[in-house]
């Protein structure tokens, strides 16, 4: 008798959450009858709360948050419900609203699969067909998109590659010129130096380097001559004196 009595206490406390979670779906079915989408929100997670099972709450959940334009959300309520059903005709609700919820998030390639899943399981929806010729021109559109802006950036990248390559180019000119104008004064002051063998400094005179160059080349001079006048003078002692017959 003891677990009979337990039994009827469990189904009595299952009667009452059962019966709480339906009369927060309620007050939540009124809330978004009258489009106060938040405050129906807020009744459907309270009902959840009571029933964290409930397709009934959960659904509305994704419904209200859709509403309120929180698609993300939404998709991700509708895919979780998905994953509960088994029967064609609920699964198919769900890829619907998953592909409703998608297209306004802007993820139409998920979009697109969300679209073709609702058909697979009702092949005869009209709705899902329309919608998924919608999403596919959308993904065409932004896969064109992609590769233009793609294009775009590849186009710029190699006019910045030419710009960069210009600028060494110009750089390695701007060198050669430096240098060849640095030799050409070098060759031009190595001229001048052969032209002018003696140095002078600002103000005319010859610099002390080049004095003692010039006395040292005049008293080589000076050596030279003595030495031939010694040389000559040798040469008359040596010659021979002629008799006075």
């Known amino acids: ?130 919608n998924l010729q919608l999403a596919i021109k959308k993904l065409q559109i932004e896969n064109k998109k992609k590769n233009q802006d793609k294009n775009q950036d590849k186009q710029q990248k190699n006019k910045n590659q030419d710009n960069k390559q210009q600028q060494q180019n110009q750089k390695k000119d701007n060198q050669q010129q430096d240098k060849d104008k640095k030799e050409q004064q070098q060759q031009k002051q190595d001229e001048n130096k052969q032209k002018s063998p003696e140095k002078q400094n600002a103000n005319g005179q010859i610099s002390p380097q080049d004095a003692e160059r010039i006395l040292q080349a005049l008293e080589n001079d000076e050596k030279n001559v003595l030495k031939k006048v010694q040389e000559k003078q040798k040469r008359v002692q040596k010659s021979p004196v002629e008799k006075n017959w």
């Open 1 to 130: 008798m003891k677990w009979v009595f337990t039994l009827m206490l469990a189904l009595i406390a299952y009667t009452g959450f059962a019966q709480a979670e339906r009369k927060f779906i309620r007050r939540g079915n009124r809330e978004f009858n009258d489009q106060k989408y938040q405050d129906a929100e807020i009744q459907y997670r309270k009902a959840l709360e009571k029933d964290s099972g409930s397709v009934a709450a959960d659904y509305n959940l994704g419904n209200s948050l859709y509403k309120q334009k929180q698609y993300e959300v939404a998709a991700s309520r509708y895919a979780g419900l998905a994953k509960k059903q088994k029967k064609d005709a609920e699964l198919n609700r769900q890829y619907y609203n998953l592909g409703n919820a998608l297209y306004k998030a802007g993820k139409y390639q998920d979009c697109v699969e969300a679209y073709k899943n609702a058909l697979r399981k009702v092949p005869g929806d009209m709705d899902a067909k329309h």
